[in-house]
């Protein structure tokens, strides 16, 4: 399999997961939680605030069908489209990076290598977001550390990923269409 049958099948993967969780899952959880969608869902953010709430609603005895979705959420879809989408942004960078011009010099292969780093610290950024939300919420029984610290933190770690996520994109976008361009003669 080449590397751009690769990419196409890994962003479908990727468009797939992320179609699957907003349309489909998030609003099925929104109405079994009582407390609005997923919060890594919300494009505009949360804080911690919404995280508290959210955990006080699961909390509810009565929102048990709400608890499994929410886990069957971090370990099903959400554990893999930070990978696919980890790779795919990977593939793009060690694709476009070589060979281009990025702020008036050539790139090679060790350059493509070290602009890998963003997408993939996005990556762990994203787990590590789901790990503190599969920590904080019920079912879970968060420490009296996690309990005291995690609403505040988690906001934060979204800010990053969103971030990592949004300068990975650019730079893809930027060697796709730019990369090319404005070589020195």
Do not use: Q
Not at 4 to 12: E, F, P, Q, S
Not at 103 to 117: E, P, Q, S
Not at 136 to 163: D, H, M
């Amino acid at each position: 399999m080449g590397r751009n049958t690769m990419i196409a099948l890994l962003l479908a993967v990727s468009a797939a997961l992320l179609a699957w969780m907003v349309w489909s899952l998030d609003p099925e959880f929104a109405r079994l939680s009582g407390a609005g969608g997923f919060l890594d869902a919300r494009l505009s953010g949360y804080d911690a605030e919404a995280v508290v709430a959210l955990g006080t609603a699961l909390s509810d005895p009565a929102r048990v069908e709400a608890r499994e979705l929410l886990r069957f959420m971090y370990l099903g879809p959400d554990l893999v489209l930070p990978l696919a989408v980890t790779l795919a942004l990977c593939l793009l960078l060690r694709g476009f990076a070589p060979r281009a011009v990025l702020y008036g010099r050539r790139l090679d292969a060790r350059h493509a290598r070290l602009l890998c780093l963003l997408p993939f610290l996005y990556g762990l950024v994203d787990y590590a977001e789901n790990i503190g939300f599969l920590t904080y919420f019920p079912p879970a029984t968060p420490g009296e550390w996690a309990a005291l610290n995690l609403p505040g933190i988690l906001p934060w770690i979204s800010r990053v990923k969103f971030a990592l996520l949004a300068v990975s994109i650019l730079l893809v976008l930027r060697l796709v269409l730019f990369g090319r361009a404005g070589a020195k003669r």
